[in-house]
């Protein structure tokens, strides 16, 4: 079945390092690839995302690209910041015409903690 | 602002209680779920409603009961046969499961953290 999975946390990075998160994914057809962040005590927040192969999501800094001869969707930063401390979820969106059309598929959530 | 509302943001349940933890939204919305989410742990689909006065079971709906009367409400009741309930839970909505919206995100709301006395 459709699934995704996360590299495992914690990562720990300092101010200004760069970031990359890996996540890969398994599907049939085309799924929409998304990245969420989640701050403590808060829900999901959409951070980017991406509806077709070699697409490019970006936002705030962030950026991912929806690979499909790699089956992945690796979120990079070229410069964290304190404020980026957070829980990253990859997630996929089953495609249109599955009986799970419209469903979410979450990886286990990547926590990233940034040091000054 | 159009969002999603949940409430109450903490709830504490006794023993043999069940409880309801609502989730409103103003975005038009056709598509609502419930997910359930663990320390240390991704989300679980517990509900899902695509269209008012329609729902599914998730992945882990046992223990868990919902209605879909309206079209801005999703409420969520988390029954006496759910043993383990103590969790955050998070609600959240997207245009539609129909093509060609069926790729668009989800929104969630700021989530209910249950706890049991």
């Known amino acids: 079945g459709d699934s995704v999975t996360q590299m495992e946390g914690p990562v720990t990075l300092s101010e200004e390092a760069f970031l990359t998160i890996n996540c890969t994914y398994t599907?049939?057809?085309?799924?929409?690839l998304f990245w969420y962040v989640q701050y403590p005590g808060e829900g999901l927040q959409l951070l980017l995302k991406?509806?077709?192969?070699?697409d490019k999501g970006s936002n705030k800094g962030f950026e991912a690209t929806y690979r499909k001869e790699t089956t992945s969707f690796h979120l990079e930063k070229g410069s964290v910041q304190v404020s980026d401390s957070a829980v990253y979820f990859c997630a996929l969106s089953v495609p249109y015409g599955s009986s799970n059309t419209g469903k979410l598929i979450f990886g286990q959530g990547t926590t990233l903690q940034v040091k000054p | 602002d159009g969002g999603i509302t949940q409430s109450p943001k903490y709830l504490f349940r006794k023993e043999g209680q069940n409880v309801t933890l609502s989730c409103e939204q103003n975005l038009n919305h056709d598509a609502m779920y419930w997910y359930r989410q663990d320390p240390g742990q991704g989300l679980r689909l517990i509900y899902y409603?695509?269209?008012?006065?329609?729902?599914q079971k998730g992945d882990i709906a046992e223990g868990y009961s919902v209605s879909r009367e309206k079209k801005e409400s999703f409420p969520l009741t988390v029954t006496s046969a759910q043993k383990n309930p103590t969790a955050f839970y998070l609600c959240?909505?997207?245009?539609?499961?129909?093509?060609?919206?069926?790729?668009?995100?989800?929104?969630f709301g700021d989530g209910t953290r249950l706890s049991i006395l």
């Open positions: 599907a049939t057809g085309y799924p929409s």
């Open positions: 409603s695509q269209i008012v006065n329609d729902f």
């Open positions: 991406a509806t077709k192969a070699d």
């Open positions: 959240a909505s997207s245009i539609s499961h129909r093509s060609p919206y069926s790729n668009q995100p989800q929104h």
